[in-house]
């Protein structure tokens, strides 16, 4: 690694503050900015906070692990540059102080992590770069999937389809649910690399069994986030996946949140309708527990309906809820669209659904999310005989 440059370091908001106090505000940015060649270009800390204020210092040395990540990661905007460095500073009246430095290169070249006394450093502030580390290193390497839960055919008790899920299969420590990562990928911006390789799997899985299956009715739902839906070229990237798939229309859906939608209404109508004019259903998540309404139904023209688990559960309560999922079957008949309920978990909720008219369920009653290869056996079962299985 090349040496860097000396530059002056200046201290900075003088509140004092213990490197334990310290090390749980990851949000703390401190101004390390690197060239692309990872070359040291600035410096500017809280080393005040640490018995150093009033005076200024020269960075002499600078030791770091870097594990740069290759140029595709660097075009994606996120870096796995995980720092760990030792800084030695030489004071105007030549006394020499330390300094640890850790954390990660963030976004456009600036470094986001913590300083502490030479030798000091919080356990959770490690783990939590460690995480950020393994995390952009696994996403880049392919290592978060897509596994399927099924859409199960009230009328028939067949497989009619799939929702892909996000998981994250990590050496170590095993295949993670979308709670174990998903909030730590949004403080790193990378729901939409790991959206974008969901959806890219499902559709490709889906023409896998199609192929398998020419005759199945079979469907993939994917889900998306407005911010992902509003993005610039999403919807071109989507309906190149879906066309280079081969895949017929409408069989190809993608769910959006019904609480989302209303973050960015007007741009996401316009997305929706591109979307639908290539060949993508559109299908509204978690129906009834947002800003439920006819005029929102009419005015993107979703072709799916998702009951939320909360009323699904309820149905073994009492009446009431029974009295809202049969007002949303009768909203998506008047609109044309299908109905999904989702978390059905009990074969007497199944039943009363069934009566009731529901189109579809998922949930627990028939399985949770699957591999790949397991979900294909479950859609030749769906297409040879009834799917009854039971997790």
Known sequence: ??????????????????????????????????????????????????????????????????????????????????????????????????????????ESGAFRGLMFPAGAASAGAMGRIDDETS????????????????????????????????????????????????????????????????????????????????????????????????????????????????????SFKLEINETEIMRDPDRAEGVIRDLKSAGIAMALDDFGTGYSSLARLDRFNFDTVKIDRYFVRALAMGENAAKVVESVLQLARHFGMTVVAEGVESEDVAEKLSELGCDFVQGFRYSGAMEPDTAADAALNGVKGRFLRAV
Request: proline share 5%; with cysteine; hydrophobic share 45%.
């Open 1 to 106: 690694m090349a040496r860097p440059r000396q530059v002056r370091l200046a201290c900075e908001r003088p509140a004092p503050m213990t490197p334990e106090d310290y090390a749980k505000s990851l949000d703390a940015a401190h101004a390390v900015m690197f060239r692309a060649d990872f070359e040291c270009v600035c410096f500017a800390g809280d080393l005040n906070r640490f018995g150093l204020a009033e005076e200024k210092y020269e960075l002499d040395a600078f030791f770091a692990r870097i594990a740069p990540t290759d140029r595709k990661a660097v075009e994606r905007g996120f870096l796995d540059d995980a720092i760990d460095v030792r800084v030695r500073l030489i004071g105007d009246d030549g006394g020499v102080r330390y300094v640890r430095l850790i954390g990660r290169r963030r």
């Open 135 to 250: 995390l952009a290193r696994g996403v880049d390497k392919g290592e978060v999937v897509a596994h399927y839960q099924p859409i199960v055919a009230l009328e028939t008790g067949r497989v009619a389809g799939f929702e892909a899920l996000a998981r994250w299969v990590c050496p170590g420590r095993g295949v993670l649910s979308p709670e174990d990562f998903l909030d730590l990928a949004e403080d790193m911006k990378l729901i939409g690399v790991i959206g974008d390789q969901v959806r890219a799997f499902a559709a490709r899985d889906l023409a896998a069994w199609r192929a398998a299956a020419p005759t199945a009715p079979l469907f993939v739902a994917a889900n998306a986030t407005v911010s992902e839906l509003v993005s610039p070229g999403f919807a071109q990237r989507l309906a190149d996946e879906v066309s280079a798939a081969g895949l017929r229309a409408g």
